[in-house]
């Protein structure tokens, strides 16, 4: 008996579901004013579900489906706020230098700019406000590449598996076990594990292994807030105290924001 041969893999169809699913989760991290962007959501979660990664996918993709409100966006808005934005509770945060480093506008900011520069994309600044290292900016990104390159533009499968393996894989399972954590969570918390299945798939396909877990980075604590009256009282003591020159610390830490590209 002949062996049986294995269908080749059609890539262009599995770059366009790659492009939707990345789509899919940017925008539960990119929200729009326009109500008819949430209506496409809802579209995109139907349409995902009948054609799921896995049973654990098929099953959040159907949780999701049931738990949006067809009518309104404002519980989706709502739960984001509470996980993301809320002064009430511990704040998921949405960037990989924050994973990365504990702060915000880090070295994987930088990477991602020296990534989306070496294509024709941009970050539409006027519309998006968050860093190009922020998990909504990252994955709209990867959903335009996968669709370049489904469109014949191989040229971005490299620069999409150096984003993967470079930037969202390094943190991704530590942010999604944030998000599914948080007792804010009820839509996120299925996303969440729709996300962990697409994840595990991306890394097959592309062939990147799974980061061994790192130790924890702690937020770095901001500079104590004190009154006029009190840093005044402070520098006079430290006058007093001071026997002659001192030598100081040249190091400091420094918030460095790098201005990018807007030409679309």
């Known amino acids: 008996m002949m062996p049986k041969k294995e269908l080749p893999l059609d890539n262009n169809k599995i770059n366009k579901a790659r492009a939707l699913y990345y789509n899919l989760f940017a925008s539960f991290f990119v929200f729009s004013k326009d109500f008819k962007d949430y209506l496409e ?20 993709l159907n949780d999701i489906s049931t738990k949006l409100d067809a009518n309104s966006n404002a519980p989706l808005i709502q739960e984001y706020d509470d996980i993301f934005n809320s002064p009430e509770t511990k704040n998921v945060r949405l960037s990989a230098s924050f994973y990365d480093e504990g702060f915000e506008s880090g070295k994987k900011r930088l990477e991602m700019i020296q990534f989306v520069a070496k294509t ?13 290292d922020s998990v909504g900016f990252i994955f709209s990104f990867l959903a335009e590449l996968c669709d370049l390159v489904a469109s014949g533009q ?3 499968a ?17 942010f999604a076990k944030s998000v599914y954590e948080h007792k804010s969570a009820d839509i996120y918390k299925s996303l969440m594990v729709a996300l962990h299945s697409f994840i595990e798939f991306e890394r097959l396909f592309l062939g990147v292994s799974k980061p061994t877990q790192k130790e924890k980075v702690e937020e770095k604590p901001k500079e104590e807030e004190i009154s006029e009256e009190e840093r005044q009282r402070r520098a006079r003591n430290k006058a007093l105290k001071a026997q002659g020159p001192k030598e100081e610390d040249d190091a400091c830490p420094i918030d460095v924001h790098y201005d990018v590209e807007t030409d679309i």
């Open 154 to 156: 191989k040229e971005y």
């Open 120 to 132: 024709k994309l941009r970050r539409d600044e006027k519309n998006f406000c968050e860093y190009e």
């Open 41 to 60: 959501l809802l579209k995109l979660v139907n349409m995902l579900k009948q054609n799921s990664l896995d049973a654990n996918s098929s099953g959040a």
């Open 158 to 174: 490299h620069t999409i598996h150096c984003v993967f393996e470079q930037v969202l894989n390094d943190f991704v399972d530590e």
